[in-house]
């Protein structure tokens, strides 16, 4: 079956970064879209970015262009998520989603879903 295993996070400091990684497997994602969300507690989940399998074109939530970059890795299945100039807002439960099709914003439009990695930014 798919599994999604998200590692990386940890508690930084602000203005620090971090790498978010994603491994996929149980099937191959030729045809799917890759997205990196995030809840916070009592938040609904946010969408991120996204990254499409095959072609590697991405998507970005306006709250953070420019600062969080979505890549993948198709020899190893991973999907990553680069964070620079982490702030305390963006303390939150960071998951790793996929779905078949183009991007999406929508979490509800997600198949799977990893067990998400926390990330904690202090002030």
Not at 112 to 123: E, F, L, N, P
């Amino acid at each position: 079956q798919v599994q999604l295993v998200e590692s990386g996070g940890g508690l930084v400091q602000a203005g620090d970064s971090l790498r978010l990684s994603c491994v996929a497997s149980g099937r191959t994602f030729d045809s799917y879209s890759m997205g990196w969300f995030r809840q916070a507690p009592g938040k609904e989940r946010e969408f991120l970015a996204s990254i499409t399998w095959s072609g590697g074109s991405t998507y970005y939530a306006d709250s953070v262009k420019g600062r969080f970059t979505i890549a993948r890795d198709t020899a190893k299945n991973t999907v990553f998520l680069q964070m620079n100039s982490l702030k305390p807002e963006d303390t939150a439960v960071y998951y790793c989603g996929a779905r078949r099709g183009f991007y999406s914003g929508a979490s509800l439009r997600y198949d799977y879903w990893g067990q998400g990695t926390q990330v904690t930014v202090s002030s």
